[in-house]
């Protein structure tokens, strides 16, 4: 009998996470040799942790496949990072209880550097707990910063988005400039790298066009560097479109949304980036100025996901079963980079002590030496992996998303508590 | 020689008025009897002011069958109402001056109520100055609120992509809602109807389907009643999904955005609805809350289109040629319900005089007792105009929108300058 395999889905979803799920579930039905019953954890490793668990077995392969088109989680997800061994050894003991209940024999971890840490964690149970089991990391997240893999699956949709919303907004904009709005601005996700932003400068492939000005957290913010970048544009090209990183710094150190918040009216949480930078557009230009807070309609948005990021993120699931089934244990799936143009892939593997806790950081050639746009470099890089539509079917003038059954596995154990 | 015509685009640009520029355009190049050249004013009714036109007859074919995928003014538009003869004659002299200067017999214009009115002034010029202009109105708001017609070319894309947006945000917080955000608000345009925030409702099929709470500008805001719902459905259903009006007021009338403004950080522009509605429920109700603010990108949103509302847009543009060749004059080419479902609908005519400065509002019925959310009735007004997918060819991954020549007619007038 073969032994059974717990899928589990990790921090913040994205549009594209479920056609992992896809590529994992339906490689793993082609290997009954291999795997017995696939399960997955009810909100990620929550679910490992408290004994809730999925029989995706249940599912049937059309669920399976709409998968590929349904955004979100679709086992739910979570944000819990496993401390080290010596912090909660508790936790470990238990999910090696949970395995050894339930007969699991392989982990398949979809998410980012927190979770590759926690994979890497699994993968070793066998030395530090003396119970082995498979533990194959499947790479996603929107913020782009995992190492040792040409992008990160979940980043090109996202990326997508931007460019789209940005190069829309930038027409509305630059229609209207005469007598309306000659300064937008669109605050985008990624505090701490600025590859989301920078996916935006995509739009702009000839001169003049929407974004004018890009704000990256690579870039200290300096407000008059800023102001005379958007002028200027004002000037030259009638309006301002603006891609702004929620992630942006002043040269103290400190997030310019928190700084301005604070100082502005006393409050950090609130406000945001997006209306700060406008009023200090409007009060120092004196230009009308509209923004929008993308937030996760950016993160969500399967109505306009890459192709290739959906193709990519089917692909590393499927690597991932394949890895599993050649006895491979503590790597990470990965995209690896042939060329650019024509842009060829293929999927590889990254041993996962060099995968976790280590950020991939936007090189500096990709940013302007102006700091406000992107150079060919990064566009190079970029643009395969926006390339390409890949829309999911409608029904009632809506995107007809999945919901799965998700019936639970019955307990076999006591209940367990997790610590925050 | 038939004499010229001059189309103009009026007021917020939305996704598709392009569309029915195009319509105008090509139904006008089959008329060449009835129309000499198509001019356009070049940010709508200044153009025609400053004698700014551009000879619509210099774009090719395809570039005007581009118009229909291709969002915002592709002429550039306008915020500019002109006031009544007896308060502003001088722009009315000057607009037959121009008229004359350039042999137009017919006026075009594509607008919502306030350029309906602009238009009633137009075809009474004859009356008033002697000089007889057919003037036609082409119907255009993503605010739905003109009368006489079934809906604003322009408000069935913004609905669809209010209601496309709330679902994808729903399945996001739903899946993370165990360990994360259970509270997500997106603010969307529509300072006086709530016609886009209804919208929203229509991805919530199913109950407990996001969005589970809607805050539309004709219920008075209560926080107390907002918070008890909003807990209720994290309660009941895991996490709660808001689509907000950015025109939700208190009973004292006042905006909520700047009550609440003025309150907490004492300036009323800056911050919004949606982090305060935010910070309301993080403080009252202590659950993790994200919000987006949708702003242009609603109204720009060409990738994700009603194809209901595409075809539309072409029709009153095509049907208000139409109405000119048959020599009407001070009327708008409006859409004409025949039936829900299936949806059929006709091209009609509407006196502007019964247009200019009536407003459309929510029918109270359309709005469920507790005035969160829409009624059967609203889905049945509102589900045809979000039907059907019209997606713009795209390159290098991004749409592939046009920019016109907007090629300028040489200018025979003295300079002309346009008063606030």
């Not at 496993?82 to 979809?110: C, M, P, Q, S």
């Not at 590393?316 to 024509?342: F, N």
Request: aromatic share 8%; proline share 5%; net charge negative.
């Amino acid at each position: 009998m073969p032994r059974n395999a717990l899928y589990a889905q990790s921090g913040g979803v994205t549009a594209v996470i479920n056609v992992s799920a896809q590529g994992v579930i339906e490689t793993a039905r082609q290997h009954p040799q291999h795997f017995g019953k696939l399960y997955a954890g009810r909100n990620g490793i929550i679910g490992a942790l408290t004994e809730d668990l999925i029989d995706t077995s249940l599912e049937s392969d059309a669920a399976i496949a709409a998968l590929r088109h349904t955004p979100a989680g679709a086992f739910g997800s979570c944000r819990h990072k496993l401390k080290g061994l010596d912090k909660n050894r508790a936790e470990y003991e238990r999910l090696i209880e949970v395995f050894k209940a339930h007969d699991i024999g392989t982990f398949f971890y979809n998410g980012g550097g927190d979770s590759a840490d926690t994979c890497l964690k699994v993968s070793q149970l066998g030395e530090t707990l003396g119970y082995p089991v498979q533990a194959i990391h499947v790479p996603k997240t929107m913020d782009n910063d995992l190492p040792l893999t040409d992008c990160c699956p979940g980043f090109g949709s996202v990326a997508k988005y931007t460019a789209v919303s940005i190069r829309e907004a930038g027409f509305d904009v630059e229609s209207m400039a005469k007598t309306s709005t000659k300064v937008f601005i669109l605050e985008v996700m990624g505090r701490h790298a600025g590859w989301t932003a920078a996916a935006g400068g995509l739009a702009s492939e000839n001169e003049g066009e929407a974004p004018q000005v890009i704000l990256f957290p690579e870039i200290v913010f300096d407000e008059d560097k800023f102001l005379a970048a958007v002028d200027a544009s004002v000037k030259q090209h009638g309006s301002c479109s603006i891609v702004a990183s929620e992630g942006i710094r002043l040269a103290s150190g400190k997030f310019v949304s928190e700084a301005g918040g604070a100082d502005a009216f006393g409050h950090t949480q609130l406000g945001g980036l997006a209306p700060l930078l406008a009023r200090l557009v409007g009060d120092r230009l004196k230009y009308k100025q509209h923004y929008a807070v993308a937030d996760y309609l950016m993160r969500a948005a399967r109505h306009i996901a890459s192709a290739t990021d959906v193709e990519q993120s089917y692909a590393v699931g499927k690597a991932a079963v394949e890895l599993a089934v050649a006895g491979k244990s503590g790597v990470m799936a990965t995209i690896e980079r042939q060329s650019d143009s024509p842009y060829v892939w293929t999927t590889g593997e990254a041993p996962l002590d060099q995968v976790a806790n280590v950020e991939k950081k936007m090189p500096r050639d990709f940013i302007s030496a102006d700091g406000f746009h992107i150079t060919d470099a990064c566009r190079r890089y970029l643009a395969p992996l926006i390339a390409g539509e890949d829309y999911p079917p409608y029904r009632n003038g809506l995107p007809d998303y999945v919901r799965l059954r998700n019936a639970a596995v019955p307990k076999k154990l006591p209940t367990f508590t997790v610590t925050k």
